[in-house]
């Protein structure tokens, strides 16, 4: 299936026209952002956390301290909503009322499981980290039994879901094109600044080239 089923509270009210339940062009956003917020009921209050997350083909992967509020309570099968946002681009129109923002943006409802077995704990570990920084978990120490303990790796299906894409220029009233106002797109990016080396890296330790190169999306995304 290309696309995933709309329910009751995936569906867009306003600007449907934007939305879209495809799930290349859902994935392809979620494999450029870095962070999701993860929105969940705690003892009666609303709750959202950002954090890091991955993903393994229909799959997003949450991981973090096993002592945490956020995975303890998400563990606990409740309902959540996750969602992941690219800003593309602020949209400057001639009223202040039809000013915009450019993005991309990913809203998942569902309940996640917890991943408790060995292989399927270091795999979700190792997409995490890949997706924030490709080509990383080659290089560093695998986790040890007592890290792997700590944290906590849960599972969430990607299947009530919906995107929402805005693009192009501002869209103002036709009156107010006649005002000598500058309007139009101002364009975002993420752009990596030059690598800091941690003073303690030993001597003849190169930077790699994954850090040299690195750029949002990645080259494979
Ligand atoms: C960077 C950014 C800035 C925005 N700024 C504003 C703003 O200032 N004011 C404003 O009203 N709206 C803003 N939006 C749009 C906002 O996210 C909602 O789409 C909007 O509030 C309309 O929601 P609704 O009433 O149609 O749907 P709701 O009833 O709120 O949502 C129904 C369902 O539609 C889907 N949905 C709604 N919005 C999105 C989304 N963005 N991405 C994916 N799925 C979605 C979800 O599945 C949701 O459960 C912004 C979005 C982004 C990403």
Known sequence: MNTVTQT?????????????????????????????????????????????????????????????????????????????????????????????????????FGRAAVVDDLEGKVAALRAITEHIVPARWADVREPLPQELKATLVLALPLEEASVKVRTGPPIDDEEDYARPTWAGELPLRVVPQPPIADARVLAGVAVPNYVTAYRRPVASA
């Open 8 to 108: 009751e509270r995936t569906t867009l009210k306003r600007l449907p026209k934007r939305g879209s339940y495809d799930r290349a062009e859902m994935h392809h956003i979620l494999d450029e952002a870095l962070i999701c917020h993860v929105g969940f009921m705690s003892e009666m209050t609303p709750v959202v956390i950002p954090t890091a997350y991955g993903r393994v083909g229909d799959t997003l992967l949450l991981h973090g301290s096993a002592a945490g509020r956020m995975l303890r309570t998400v563990a606990g099968g409740v309902d959540v909503c996750v969602t992941v946002t690219l800003v593309d681009g602020l949209v400057l129109a001639r009223s202040a009322f039809h000013h915009s923002v450019n993005y991309r943006s990913v809203v998942v």
